[in-house]
């Protein structure tokens, strides 16, 4: 019952890393007491991005007019629609289910217990290992808010498997979840009500892009209660009351249905990580060196336990990283070009610096912005909708970050993520030849 390595989390870090891994010939041990794939893989990104391709392709047929083509009459099917999305990601988690096996990956089903740094417990078997790796995830943060416990409410994981479309939505949290079921719901009829605490929805992604993004959703008819603080919930037969206080004075929404997305937490309990001791943060995660080892040698921790980012393609590096460590292959992890994506139509995207880091840094920059008209294929394929590339620039003209609402940003954004990271100038990427014509080459216009 000895492995060289054992990892307790089976989703994107925990996959990755056993993967990595076994392939690399280490005898691997992989505890999941879920699903494999985790959050991500069975209730976040795959299935949210399934669900919004479908009301993509909605709004897409009803709006086909503007392109010449004439679509009849248009309907959706929406327990069809939560059928697909399972079926996907059935598909996928077979399919990294495969990946493992083939490498040899030992999966077991069931919550592990960590005794100490070389010893897990399950059940009632004990098992040894040389190095441990943890990529326990994150879960849905529900903040203590008067009358919560009275609400039927929703988190991302009813949202996701409910067959019936309310009538009308009131959404607690304008981030990324939030914008991307507010997206979701409002492409399919509901009448949807974004409340955020914070002065504009979705903190961390360039401000002025989100503004734009915000205001487009407007248009379509979205409510926005922005610096607006819920103070209570109630559950009446007309739906959920929210009770919220802004600069304009207390106020409420009804709706039939609520969803709650704050934000999500790593997990840090029911694994004995007590058991370890190991340094943390101020905020609780913990903390790591730049191969994702712990304050505790031959104990890593990938994924959102990290506290970095919370991202799926963030815990695939780390994964990456922790397991060259053990191999002892040269690698370190950089936080320097992480992308961030928002799959609501259109898309926005960004990596590196904002112009609000930056400034709150003191880092002197300049922003050079486009209309997405610039590119010749963005007006081909979006017919009277505007977007907007922004670039930002260091004093020696190194690129800093970019930024870009618009579809495809999800696609192109790598683009300027690998000019960050390599620390390209502008002189320097410019030289890339972009094919044409492309979205992509909206950053070369920059240039």
Request: a negative charge; proline letters at 4%; aromatic letters at 6%.
């Amino acid at each position: 019952m000895k492995y060289q390595v054992i990892i307790i989390g089976g989703g994107p870090a925990g996959y990755t890393a056993a993967e990595a891994a076994g392939k690399a010939g280490l005898s691997v041990l992989l505890f999941e007491k879920q699903n494999l794939g985790g959050v991500c893989l069975n209730e976040g990104c795959i299935p949210t991005k399934t669900l919004l391709y479908s009301a993509k392709t909605y709004d897409g047929a009803k709006h086909a007019s503007k392109y010449a083509v004439t679509v009849p009459e248009v309907f959706f099917d929406l327990p069809k629609i939560i059928a697909r999305k399972s079926k996907v990601v059935r598909k996928l988690v077979l399919g990294v289910k495969s990946k493992l096996t083939s490498n040899n990956v030992t999966i077991i089903s069931g919550e592990a217990t960590i005794l100490d740094k070389n010893t897990v417990r399950c059940g009632e078997e004990t098992y040894e290992c040389d190095n441990l790796i943890l990529c326990t995830g994150s879960e849905t943060f529900i903040p203590p808010i008067p009358g919560i416990d009275s609400v039927n409410y929703w988190t991302h994981r009813e949202a996701l498997d409910n067959k019936e479309l309310p009538a009308s939505l009131a959404i607690v949290g304008g981030g990324v979840i939030g914008m991307e079921f507010a997206s979701f719901f409002n492409s399919l009829g509901v009448k949807v009500t974004v409340i955020e605490m914070m002065d504009e929805i979705l903190g961390g992604m360039d401000k002025e892009l989100s503004a734009l993004l915000r205001a487009d959703y407007a248009k379509r008819g979205i409510q926005f209660l922005l610096s607006t603080k819920v103070v209570s919930l109630a559950q009446t037969e007309e739906g959920a009351v929210v009770s919220y206080e802004n600069a304009e004075g207390a106020g409420s929404v009804i709706a039939e249905k609520l969803l709650m997305s704050v934000g999500r937490r790593p997990v840090t309990k029911g694994f004995g990580l007590e058991n370890l001791n190991l340094q943390r943060t101020e905020r609780g995660s913990i903390v790591v060196n730049g191969q994702m080892e712990s304050s505790l040698p031959g104990v890593y921790v990938c994924g959102d336990l990290t506290g970095f980012s919370l991202l799926a393609h963030t815990a695939v590096r780390e994964a990456e990283v922790a397991v060259h460590a053990i191999l002892g292959k040269e690698d370190r992890m950089s936080y320097a070009a992480i992308p961030g994506v928002v799959y609501t139509n259109p898309e926005i995207a960004g990596v590196g610096q904002t112009e609000e880091s930056l400034t709150a840094k003191g880092i002197a920059y300049r922003a050079v912005k486009l209309p997405m008209a610039y590119s010749g294929r963005f007006v081909a394929e979006n017919e009277g909708v505007n977007g907007v590339c922004k670039v930002l620039l260091g004093e020696d003209d190194t690129i800093l970050g970019a930024h870009v609402l618009g579809n495809p940003a999800s696609e192109i954004i790598t683009l300027a993520g690998m000019a960050v990271e390599m620390k390209l100038k502008a002189a320097e990427w410019k030289k890339i030849v972009f094919p044409h014509p492309t979205v992509a080459e909206i950053f070369r216009e920059a240039l």
